[in-house]
């Protein structure tokens, strides 16, 4: 365990749907994270919080959609996914720039 | 951030060292380097990080060579719950960017 929680941790979807991904983290971080690991590839950093402030958005399409309430809390909004967007969405969080602690993963699939 | 190169897989014995290499040749003074590993379909995990000095946990050691240009992450004792992909990154100081390559998958075999 991590202080890093994340549900569902398995999530089955059609491209149609709307569905949210949560992250929660109890380590007293400020800054938090979403990866997406597609199959074979390495991890790619989608956003970055810090103090409920997006810092880093690379690039991701608007189907993708993250919401930070708190420094607790992370979500990340889903609609009109594609089956490409099926992955191991991963969510971490850090003390400032400090070491960064990860969650176990929402294994989601697009159908 | 400065790329790192890593065996792209690696075997070792249960109860031995196991020794992980990477190259860092282009890292800069202010870089970090941090080593994580994943088990199949789980978050990576932190094991240890340094700037120049040797520094060791209860996980692992990591020796870093006095020019920085390399380092070695070393298991003292590899368990089968050692076998993951193991990540060494190099990350810019005060950076959030924590840039993920493809890892050296380690499996140890009983």
């Known amino acids: 365990e991590t202080g890093v929680t994340q549900t569902p941790r398995h999530l089955v979807m059609g491209m149609t749907n709307k569905k949210s991904l949560k992250c929660e983290q109890h380590l007293g971080h400020n800054a938090m994270y979403w990866y997406k690991q597609s199959a074979k590839k390495p991890l790619e950093l989608m956003f970055v919080y810090n103090f409920k402030e997006q810092t880093e958005n690379n690039s991701v399409p608007s189907r993708f959609s993250p919401e930070c309430p708190n420094s607790s809390h992370l979500f990340l909004h889903l609609h009109t996914l594609q089956p490409e967007d099926s992955a191991l969405y991963l969510c971490?969080?850090?003390?400032?720039?400090?070491?960064?602690?990860f969650g176990p993963g929402t294994r989601l699939t697009v159908l | 951030d400065a790329k790192t190169t890593q065996p792209p897989s690696m075997d070792c014995a249960e109860g031995r060292a196991a020794n992980l290499p990477c190259n860092h040749s282009t890292i800069s003074g202010n870089e970090y380097v941090y080593w994580y590993r994943q088990i199949h379909s789980q978050g990576p995990q932190y094991i240890i990080h340094?700037?120049?000095n040797n520094e060791t946990n209860e996980m692992a050691s990591l020796i870093i060579t006095e020019d920085r240009k390399s380092s070695t992450l070393i298991l003292p004792h590899a368990t089968l719950r050692d076998t993951a992909v193991y990540y060494c990154i190099v990350r810019v100081a005060h950076d959030y960017k924590l840039s993920f390559g493809a890892g050296t998958t380690v499996t140890v075999r009983a």
């Open positions: 971490a969080s850090s003390y400032g720039t400090d070491t960064q602690y």
């Open positions: 340094g700037l120049k």
